[in-house]
């Protein structure tokens, strides 16, 4: 194997520390990938909870100010929520490619077949952009209805 930048010939890493980096980088993917998972729940939960508990009397001016704060919450715990789901996508992109760096360096390429997408018509719907489309869709009909309670 030789160096890119120098060209000089770079010796094999240990077989074993191989296997410990590829181990780690796929158990570090399927973490972000449940961690995703187990956030848009908890953020489900959170925003029907919420919207659940709205008084429904609009006509006492307590009860429109303690809407008008909830949904403000809710539509800043929207964005934060959404901002979060885009740096997992990121973070999980950086470790797939870092797995298909480890699994190319090492002669272990087929291996990572197993691990992302498969080459066919779901691989290329973007998936990945999945949780941050449904953030995103959430946090706008929020802010709508943010608006339409600021202009009733």
Same mark, same amino acid.
């Given at each position: 194997?030789?160096?890119?930048?120098?060209?000089?010939?770079?010796?094999?890493?240990?077989?074993?520390?191989?296997?410990?980096?590829?181990?780690?980088?796929?158990?570090?993917?399927?973490?972000?990938?449940?961690?995703?998972?187990?956030?848009?729940?908890?953020?489900? &939960?959170?925003?029907?909870?919420? +919207? *659940?508990? !709205?008084? #429904?009397?609009? =006509?006492?001016?307590?009860?429109? %100010?303690? @809407?008008?704060?909830?949904?403000?919450?809710?539509?800043?715990?929207?964005?934060?929520?959404?901002?979060?789901?885009?740096?997992?996508? &990121?973070?999980?992109?950086?470790? +797939? *490619?870092? !797995?298909? #760096?480890?699994? =190319?360096?090492?002669?272990?390429? %087929?291996? @990572?077949?197993?691990?992302?997408?498969?080459?066919?018509?779901?691989?290329?719907?973007?998936?990945?952009?999945?949780?941050?489309?449904?953030?995103?869709?959430?946090?706008?009909?929020?802010?709508?209805?943010?608006?339409?309670?600021?202009?009733?």
């Amino acid at each position: 194997m030789m160096n890119p930048s120098t060209h000089e010939p770079v010796a094999k890493p240990d077989p074993a520390l191989v296997v410990a980096a590829f181990t780690q980088t796929s158990e570090n993917i399927r973490h972000i990938r449940s961690e995703r998972i187990w956030f848009a729940n908890a953020y489900g &939960a959170i925003v029907a909870g919420g +919207l *659940a508990l !709205l008084p #429904r009397d609009l =006509s006492i001016v307590s009860n429109r %100010r303690v @809407v008008l704060a909830s949904l403000v919450v809710l539509v800043l715990f929207s964005g934060v929520a959404l901002a979060c789901s885009i740096r997992l996508v &990121a973070e999980l992109r950086t470790a +797939l *490619a870092n !797995l298909a #760096r480890i699994a =190319s360096d090492n002669g272990m390429d %087929r291996l @990572v077949g197993d691990i992302d997408t498969p080459r066919s018509f779901g691989a290329r719907m973007p998936m990945r952009w999945v949780f941050p489309i449904y953030f995103s869709i959430t946090t706008v009909c929020l802010l709508v209805l943010l608006i339409s309670h600021l202009l009733a």
